[in-house]
T-cell receptor, first 113, second 115 residues
Framework: EAQVTQNPRYLITVTGKKLTVTCSQN?????MSWYRQDPGLGLRQIYY???????DKGDVPEGYKVSRKEKRNFPLILESPSPNQTSLYFC????????????FGQGTRLTVV | KQEVTQIPAALSVPEGENLVLNCSFT??????LQWFRQDPGKGLTSLLL?????REQTSGRLNASLDKSSGRSTLYIAASQPGDSATYLC??????????????FGQGTILTVHP
């Protein structure tokens, strides 16, 4: 089954404790990205990757890091989480040629206390 | 900068009604427009994808239209059912520049279909 898998689904952590949210897709997609969803602000892009070792900032990259060492994986790293990073996070993937359908993971609900 | 607006923000209808959700975008230079469904606490499920060269797409009781020049799309749901209750999101993929592959989302329409 074609899917984007995120882990964990739920996470509560404390301010400053480094964490990683994993994302993996099994569709051989070149393009992957991370979004956060907040009430009243909708979904906003954090980072994206057009292929292995190629990443770039989205609209709200501050406080986040990403890496793309393998085509299927695109982890989101919060080096020093803060309460304003409490949000619902989604990973998405699509083929590299433009105009193709985007597939989303089930989401990770992160709470930073 | 692309902006996407969805109207109405919320909609409550009795079962069986046909309904229309609206989406508008400010920059007509798009590659495609995608409609998603989001259930509470869940991920996004793709419903329909319309390429910029297309006028409409259909899947079952759903029909989405696109008028790129006027920056508008509609999602038509026929014979609504309680199981259609969810948030519906519209997203556009912009052409060119550094916005490669990026989706810009509307705020969504919260649909409630009551028996």
């Amino acid at each position: 089954e074609a899917q984007v898998t995120q882990n964990p689904r739920y996470l509560i952590t404390v301010t400053g404790k480094k964490l990683t949210v994993t994302c993996s897709q099994n569709m051989n997609h070149e393009y992957m990205s991370w979004y956060r969803q907040d009430p009243g602000l909708g979904l906003r892009q954090i980072y994206y990757s057009m292929n292995v070792e190629v990443t770039d900032k989205g609209d709200v990259p501050e406080g986040y890091k990403v890496s793309r060492k393998e085509k299927r994986n695109f982890p989101l790293i919060l080096e020093s989480p803060s309460p304003n990073q409490t949000s619902l996070y989604f990973c998405a993937s699509s083929f590299g040629d433009l105009g193709t359908e985007a597939f989303f993971g089930q989401g990770t609900r992160l709470t930073v206390v | 900068k692309q902006e996407v607006t969805q109207i109405p923000a919320a909609l409550s209808v009795p079962e069986g009604e046909n309904l229309v959700l609206n989406c508008s975008f400010t920059d007509s230079a798009i590659y495609n427009l995608q409609w998603f469904r989001q259930d509470p606490g869940k991920g996004l499920t793709s419903l329909l994808l319309i390429q910029s060269s297309q006028r409409e797409q259909t899947s079952g009781r759903l029909n989405a239209s696109l008028d790129k020049s006027s920056g508008r799309s509609t999602l038509y749901i026929a014979a609504s059912q309680p199981g259609d209750s969810a948030t519906y999101l519209c997203a556009v993929s912009n052409a060119g520049g550094t916005s490669y592959g990026k989706l810009t989302f509307g705020q969504g329409t919260i649909l409630t279909v009551h028996p």
